[in-house]
C-alpha cells in the first residue's frame, strides 16, 4: 500500500516565527488532506489539496503530485497553532483506504 | 448544527466485555469510516463504508465489527478479541467519492481496566 512520510517529527518555535511541515507520499494519489490535531484530540481540516496551491490565512498548502509531495506553510505562528499535523491521501479510486502520515508534532512558545 | 456526533467521550470496559461506540452524522454523507489512534502515533483505519449496508475492512480490523443500517449511524463494536483495545477512536465522514473533504468527530477514548 502507499506509504506517507511527514517530517519533521517534532518542532518547537518561538511565536511569531515561520515554519514549513513536508508530506511525502509514494505513490499518486486521488485526495490529499492536511489536518490539525488540537490539544483535545479533535481533528480539524485544514486544506483539501491533492495538487496545486490553497491559502487561507496564515496558513497555505502546496502539493506536486508529479513529484509526490505537499508542503504546509505556517506564518507568524500563534500558541493556538500547537498540536499535531497530520498529512493524509487517499488511495484507491472511490472513497477507500484513506492513510495518514505519522504527523508533525508542533509546539509554539510565547 | 450539522456535525458528527460520537459517545460517549470516556468509556471504560472490564477485560472480556464487548463495548459499542457510537458516531452518528447530520451532514448526509454517503461514506463513513473508523480510526484508532494510539498515543503520539497517527491514524490507522480500521473500517470504512461507502453505501448504507456495505462496508470494507481497514488495516486494523482484527477484533472489531460495525454495521451501517441507516445512512447516519456507523457503530463499532470492540470484541473481547480485540488484544489491546485501549485507545482513542475516531469517527469520519465525507460526501463521497475521491475529491471529497473529510470530516472527524470528537472522538472516544477507551481504556480497558
Known amino acids: 500500500g502507499i506509504q506517507v512520510e511527514q517530517s519533521p517529527p517534532d518542532l518547537i518555535l518561538q511565536e511569531g516565527a515561520n515554519s514549513t511541515l513536508r508530506c511525502n507520499f509514494s505513490d499518486s494519489v486521488n485526495n490529499l488532506q492536511w489536518f490539525h490535531q488540537n490539544p483535545w484530540g479533535q481533528l480539524i481540516n485544514l486544506f483539501y489539496?491533492?495538487?496545486g496551491t490553497k491559502q487561507n490565512g496564515r496558513l497555505s498548502a502546496t502539493t506536486v503530485a508529479t513529484e509526490r509531495y505537499s508542503l504546509l506553510y505556517i506564518s507568524s505562528s500563534q500558541t493556538t497553532d500547537s498540536g499535531v499535523y497530520f498529512c493524509?491521501?487517499?488511495?484507491?479510486?472511490?472513497?477507500?483506504?484513506?492513510?495518514f502520515g505519522p504527523g508533525t508534532r508542533l509546539s509554539v512558545l510565547p | 448544527d450539522g456535525g458528527i456526533t460520537q459517545s460517549p467521550k470516556y468509556l471504560f470496559r472490564k477485560e472480556g466485555q464487548n463495548v459499542t461506540l457510537s458516531c452518528e452524522q447530520n451532514?448526509?454523507?454517503?461514506?463513513m469510516y473508523w480510526y484508532r489512534q494510539d498515543p503520539g502515533q497517527g491514524l490507522r483505519l480500521i473500517y470504512y463504508s461507502q453505501i448504507v449496508n456495505d462496508f470494507q475492512k481497514g488495516d486494523i480490523a482484527e477484533g472489531y465489527s460495525v454495521s451501517r443500517e441507516k445512512k447516519e449511524s456507523f457503530p463499532l463494536t470492540v470484541t473481547s478479541a480485540q488484544k489491546n483495545p485501549t485507545a482513542f477512536y475516531l469517527c469520519?465522514?465525507?460526501?463521497?467519492?475521491?475529491?471529497?473533504?473529510?470530516?472527524f468527530g470528537p472522538g472516544t477514548r477507551l481504556t480497558v481496566l
Open positions: 493524509a491521501v487517499e488511495e484507491g479510486g472511490y472513497g477507500q483506504n484513506f492513510v
Open positions: 489539496i491533492p495538487s
Open positions: 451532514l448526509n454523507h454517503d461514506a
Open positions: 469520519a465522514s465525507k460526501v463521497g467519492g475521491p475529491t471529497d473533504t473529510q470530516y
